[in-house]
């Protein structure tokens, strides 16, 4: 058994030993090259469909930089265990114990330091991207948003209109979304927006998005939230102003449920989720 003392001049001594029998250039090389070809593949990938709306670009490109730190620690992780499995297999007939290995420093500095780095700045970049693309523009467009099991309901505050299972707004005009639940947790997403957003019970929370793409779309849950969680989809359509204005004009003013607050009186809101 090491006693403390020992446990110093030990530990160095497994330090030496495993440098000096692992080729660390040699497998960072093969990590890099792996990295190469998983983040080729990776971001070649159309993950969310076509780029319909000013965020897209912005989320694709801080998506990729994600997707190749991941590949790196994926192939590290893999090339470290495939040079384990060769080089420290037990050899046919060996019955004897494995090396009383206590630990590495080295080895654990490493793997605390650089996940760290990068989860820094995996955090840092989100932020100054998410910053960016909720930066408000004058005259934007309020609209607020409805979730239940199983239906999504929007409502035109200006207009006071409401539209149950189809969503219209123009295009290259900022909307946004002020998200509301009458029940469970739901969450927004329409995958060309690349935005998602969860709609909580008892608070208003909100979706900065530029639509830039006419086009007809699906609005998707992506939060379980029951049985029907599948079915609790909705069509959204871009399209040119003067289009969206005729088909707001006709829509009937919402039923007392959804009141239509225009996105800023979180109190209404909260009433309506504590009712339902
Ligand atoms: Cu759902």
Not at 18 to 44: D, G, Q, W
Not at 56 to 66: F, G, R
Request: charge should be neutral; hydrophobic fraction near 45%.
């Amino acid at each position: 058994m090491a006693t403390p003392e020992r446990a110093a001049p030990q530990q160095a001594h497994d330090d030496a030993a495993l440098t000096k029998r692992v080729p660390i250039l040699r497998i960072f090389a093969v990590t890099l090259a792996l990295t190469a070809v998983v983040s080729v593949v990776m971001t070649k990938i159309h993950w969310d469909g076509v780029q319909a709306s000013t965020a897209a670009s912005k989320i694709d490109t801080l998506l990729d930089v994600m997707i190749i730190l991941s590949s790196f620690v994926f192939s590290l992780v893999m090339v470290m265990l495939g040079y384990a499995l060769w080089k420290f297999r037990a050899k046919p007939g060996d019955e004897g114990d494995g090396e009383p290995i206590h630990g590495n420093t080295r080895l654990e500095v490493a793997w605390t330091l650089i996940p760290t780095v990068i989860v820094l700045f995996g955090a840092g970049y989100s932020w100054w991207t998410l910053h960016d693309i909720e930066k408000r523009h004058p005259g934007y467009l309020n609209v607020d948003v409805y979730s239940q099991q199983y239906a999504w309901t929007f409502t035109y505050p200006g207009a006071d209109r409401f539209s149950r299972g189809v969503l219209h707004v123009p295009v290259d005009r900022q909307v946004v979304f002020s998200m509301h639940s009458l029940d469970v947790i739901h969450s927004f997403w329409v995958p060309e927006w690349r935005i998602k957003k969860d709609n909580v019970p008892g608070i208003t929370t909100q979706a900065v998005i530029t639509p830039d793409r006419i086009g007809t779309y699906q609005l998707v849950c992506t939060e379980l939230c029951g049985f029907g969680h599948s079915t609790l989809r909705a069509t959204l359509v871009v399209e040119p102003g003067a289009k969206f204005r005729r088909w707001l004009s006709p829509l009937q003013k919402p039923p007392p449920e959804f009141t239509g607050d225009g996105g800023t009186a979180t109190g209404q809101s909260s009433s309506t989720a504590a009712g339902a």
